[in-house]
């Protein structure tokens, strides 16, 4: 039996079977242990994938030949030579074999003994092969890894994905009919992968450093979403203690379900409008049957992913459309194509940055690709004849984004209206406020939209210089620090100043504790992932409005992040000691 700890990102227990997943991303891959009777058939894939990369490239070579001459595409030999070469293939059968390793392991260790052989020679034609070699080992890699996700894709039984790192565009196609918990060796608390598990409703840890190498499939493995503790080969007594736990968890969780017809309202009677998070338009069940008044976010960037050509404004006008119905009448607000960061669309060729998340993405993206973000916004336009939709810009940092994004809105209405297709004339218009310079000049920009939704993940990551995708600096991701307080409280003040409402999308806000803050800084609708929302609701309706308030001018005086996180919980347990104690 061995234990790790992690940074658990969705809550609930699994147990089950371990399934080892490779991304295929980079050449430092993490060992994966195979068992001696699997020798033979690691060796039978690494061969397998030789011949089928060695087709993938005759037949780039020959449509290349065929396009641009034979000369140009006579690049392709080097690579078919590196693929020939008996050293190479030789040596990586050699690493399986005496290292018991995993076929992708294998060969990622050869190909890095090759750079490093190549680099230190004295001749320049010689050093640019690795270019060669490193394009011919993705395309290898990619294969290998690839049928390990297609092994995935024909699974029967269910399992326990244990993997280096999960991109958002390959969380977005897990099975949770198969899939039942993840485990990643990276990633933090608002990363997108592990905002996509909460979406999912399974257990989901990020962050155990190694935990690959440690792992093979079929192993026996508990996940503990909530307190990030994976346990390898558990003893009895052991198994006994978490499935427990996991029954506790499923009651706790279908108590507070009851919840669900009653409002989020304060002892006192403030109302608050509790909304849900969403990434796909099928999520719309799953935010009823959690109790949501309405849709907070929808990321709808995952429309854009896994797929060979961009989502036509049809297509998105009747998913937008199922979403808006689906809520039935209500409020249902759209988020515009937020990509960049950590989540890409293979068919957008964002270049790659050297710092992705200040960088071309978001609202910037969509207003250099006016034709992406006007055929987005037309079908926005088009499915508000069918429901209460709003439009909200992601990134904004400033009025000049919010400006030229009501231009092209102006002229996608213009042209609707020509072309005679229904939509809301008035829809309402909000600006995500999640880069600090927005939340500082919330005066300014209340004045130019019709509401606000505060994003802390992004807020957070900007104002305390946090990646939020490294589980190295996690623990320094504080929600509760001073800095963050009080640029909420301000935009919520910038914004009530000039009449429009604020909410607030990101993850800090389905931590009871901090809603409790939110509550009393005056928030008007919080959105969260549709699991979380019935534990919210609670909490709001544990406490009165003039005690948040109280409790919200407290936090905003005390000096670190721990001690208003504690003053918070605090607060939490004396008016609701389960919510405090989960
Ligand atoms: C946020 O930044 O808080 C947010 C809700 O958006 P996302 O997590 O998609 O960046
Ligand atoms: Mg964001």
Not at 216 to 243: C, E, M, R, W
Not at 309 to 317: D, F, H, K, V
């Given at each position: ?335 515009t ?26 609202i910037?993206?969509c207003l250099?690709?006016k034709?992406?973000f006007k055929?987005?916004l037309?079908?926005i336009l ?8 709003k439009i909200m810009y992601?990134?904004v940092?400033s009025v000049y984004e919010v400006r030229a994004a009501r231009e092209i809105l102006k002229e996608a209405k213009v ?10 004339k008035d829809i309402h218009v909000g600006a ?13 920009l209340a004045k130019e939209v019709d509401f ?131």
């Amino acid at each position: 039996m061995k234990e790790f700890q992690g940074i658990g990102v969705s809550p609930g227990i699994a147990i089950g079977k371990v399934f080892v997943l490779h991304s295929g991303e980079s050449f430092n891959l993490p060992k994966r242990a195979v068992g001696p009777e699997q020798i033979s058939n690691e060796i039978a894939r690494f061969e397998d994938a030789l011949t089928r990369t060695r087709t993938e490239i005759l037949n780039i070579r020959r449509k290349l030949s065929d396009q641009i001459g034979r000369e140009s595409s006579d690049i392709f030999m080097a690579h078919l030579l590196i693929l020939e070469d008996r050293t190479l293939i030789e040596d990586v059968i050699e690493v399986i074999k005496s290292e018991k390793a995993g076929a992708e392991y294998a060969f990622a260790t050869v190909i890095q003994r090759y750079f490093k052989a190549f680099s230190k020679i004295n001749d320049e034609y010689l050093k640019e092969r690795i270019s060669d070699i490193r394009d011919v080992g993705k395309r290898l890699l990619g294969n290998l890894c690839g049928e390990e996700k297609k092994r995935l894709e024909d699974l029967q039984g269910k399992v326990i994905i244990v993997s280096h790192d999960l991109s958002p565009s390959d969380t977005a196609l897990l099975d949770k009919n198969k899939v039942i918990a993840f485990v990643t060796e990276i990633g933090g608390p608002t990363s997108h992968t592990a905002i996509l598990g909460r979406s999912m409703e399974i257990p989901a840890i990020v962050g155990i450093e190694k935990i690959v190498g440690e792992v093979q499939d079929n192993d026996s493995v508990i996940v503990d979403g909530t307190h990030g503790v994976v346990v390898l080969s558990p003893d009895s007594a052991t198994y006994d203690k978490f499935s427990r736990q996991g029954n506790e968890f499923l009651q706790l969780t279908s108590e507070l379900d009851k919840l669900r017809e009653l409002p989020a309202e304060t002892l006192d009677g403030k109302r608050i409008t509790l909304a849900a998070n969403i990434e796909f338009h099928h999520e719309v069940s799953s935010a009823l049957s959690h109790g949501a008044d309405g849709v907070g976010l929808y990321r709808t960037e995952y429309f854009y992913m896994n797929r060979t050509t961009l989502p036509t404004e049809q297509e998105q006008y009747e998913a937008y459309r199922k979403v808006a119905e689906g809520m039935r009448s209500r409020s249902v607000i759209i988020r515009t194509l937020d990509l960049g960061g950590d989540k890409f669309a293979s068919t957008l060729e964002i270049p790659h940055e050297m710092n992705p998340y200040l960088g071309w993405r978001a609202i910037r993206f969509c207003l250099t690709r006016k034709d992406i973000f006007k055929t987005q916004l037309r079908a926005i336009l088009r499915a508000s004849a069918h429901g209460d939709l709003k439009i909200m810009y992601p990134m904004v940092a400033s009025v000049y984004e919010v400006r030229a994004a009501r231009e092209i809105l102006k002229e996608a209405k213009v042209e609707l209206e020509r072309e005679g297709l229904a939509f809301h004339k008035d829809i309402h218009v909000g600006a995500m406020i999640e880069i600090p310079s927005a939340a500082l000049a919330s005066d300014v920009l209340a004045k130019e939209v019709d509401f606000f939704s505060l994003g802390t993940n992004d807020l957070i990551q900007y104002t305390l210089a946090i990646d939020r995708m490294n589980e190295k600096i996690a623990y320094l991701y504080e929600p509760t620090h001073p800095a963050i307080v009080r640029l909420i409280d301000l935009t919520i003040r910038n914004g009530h100043g000039h009449n429009i409402w604020v909410g607030s999308c990101g993850e800090m806000s389905s931590d009871p504790a901090i809603a409790i803050l939110l509550v009393g800084l005056g928030i008007d609708e919080i959105s969260a992932s549709p699991v979380t929302l019935p534990k919210i609701k609670k909490a709001i309706r544990s406490i009165r409005y003039s005690d948040a308030k109280e409790i919200a001018q407290r936090a905003l005086a005390l000096h670190t992040g721990k001690e208003i996180y504690a003053f918070l919980k605090g607060k939490l347990r004396d008016v609701c000691v389960e919510l405090a104690d989960e």
